[in-house]
């Protein structure tokens, strides 16, 4: 018979060692194997706990709008502490001889997550509140951007951003975007949806390239690099939702030290810092001068509460774009950034 202590601290595991720690331990373990599903689990848990008010919007959503994907034993409607409670339960079983049980129901959790973030794009789509920063209906460099969903199941986690096609069935975005993420989605300016292929990954410069077979998207132009005080538009899909563009001053531009996504490694990067309010899902989205031409991709926001955020430069992304047409073959995505 299990020891109740045991089993309560092997579920607050990640509480005690951290999820940084866990997954340098299990995270690389296959998915067949018993460390590799239990670290699912436990990336399931930690990613509900950080974020419990959205995770439950988008389980209730999920469940409204698809009530026979409910997950046995969640309290209705559910809220942050009803989730994370959940989650450490479905962890209890699996220590308690119900592991077939417990991965069941991991599964449906997930699946419920995953269709209430579409209802909730969905609605916001339709809604179409048309907020202050949005552009207004017509600007011709929209039509060239696009949203990026995709399930990373080695993290237990939907991930999301933006993107620009430059060429008609070829997006450049992110790779901390894509990364693990083995059947992303893309969904163009007129909410067409397609399916995607990773055929290029540079997670030194955090680059990628999709393949969309068949598309025929508008393309934004590679325009000339920045300087120091020039004006320009972000525009992408921020958290997820509808399209939107916000102003951006450069405030600098050249060579940094930047970090690989995956090992951490720096190598010299040309980027723009730029004063722009960058949101989480601004990530892969162009960087667009006066003459709508693609000027640079978002990649980070700045720590801290001022509103700045970082680009890869014309000149970062240029080979990529070059290149990009000719890009073909599908490529691995790579292990994915847990809280990505």
């Not at 970082?310 to 809280?339: E, F, K, Q, R």
């Amino acid at each position: 018979e299990e020891d109740p202590e045991v089993v309560e601290r092997l579920v607050g595991l990640v509480r005690e060692l951290g999820v940084e720690t866990l997954a340098e331990l299990w995270a690389d373990a296959p998915p067949v194997s018993l460390a590799g599903a239990l670290w699912r689990l436990y990336a399931l848990q930690e990613a509900t706990a950080r974020d419990g008010e959205r995770w439950a919007a988008w389980y209730r959503a999920g469940h409204a709008a698809h009530a026979a994907r409910a997950v046995a034993g969640a309290v209705e409607p559910p809220g942050p502490d009803e989730l994370r409670r959940l989650t450490d339960t479905i962890l209890t079983g699996a220590y308690r001889s119900e592991i077939d049980v417990a991965f069941e129901r991991a599964g449906a959790y997930g699946r419920v997550v995953a269709l209430g973030q579409v209802e909730h794009a969905a609605a916001a789509e339709a809604a179409d509140p048309a907020p202050a920063e949005t552009e207004p209906a017509g600007v011709p460099a929209e039509a060239a951007v696009v949203r990026l969903t995709g399930t990373a199941a080695q993290c237990g986690q939907v991930q999301s951003g933006s993107g620009v096609a430059v060429a008609p069935d070829r997006v450049l975005t992110n790779a901390h975007v894509v990364l693990g993420v083995d059947a992303p989605t893309v969904t163009d300016a007129q909410r067409g949806v397609h399916d995607a292929r990773i055929v290029h990954l540079d997670t030194a410069r955090d680059l990628a390239v999709l393949a969309l077979d068949g598309a025929d998207l508008p393309v934004m132009p590679l325009g000339a690099e920045l300087v120091g005080g020039e004006s320009a538009l972000v525009m992408g899909h921020p958290d997820g939702g509808p399209f939107a563009s916000i102003p951006a001053t450069v405030q600098a531009v050249g060579e940094v030290p930047l970090g690989d996504v995956v090992t951490g490694a720096a190598s010299m990067v040309d980027v723009y810092t730029l004063a722009a309010d960058i949101r989480h899902g601004y990530s892969g989205g162009p960087v667009v001068d006066a003459a709508d031409s693609l000027a640079g991709l978002v990649f980070a926001r700045a720590p801290g509460a001022d509103p700045v955020g970082y680009a890869l430069s014309a000149d970062s992304i240029a080979p990529a774009v070059a290149a990009a047409p000719g890009m073909s073959a599908t490529v691995p995505s790579g292990d994915c950034i847990p809280g990505a």
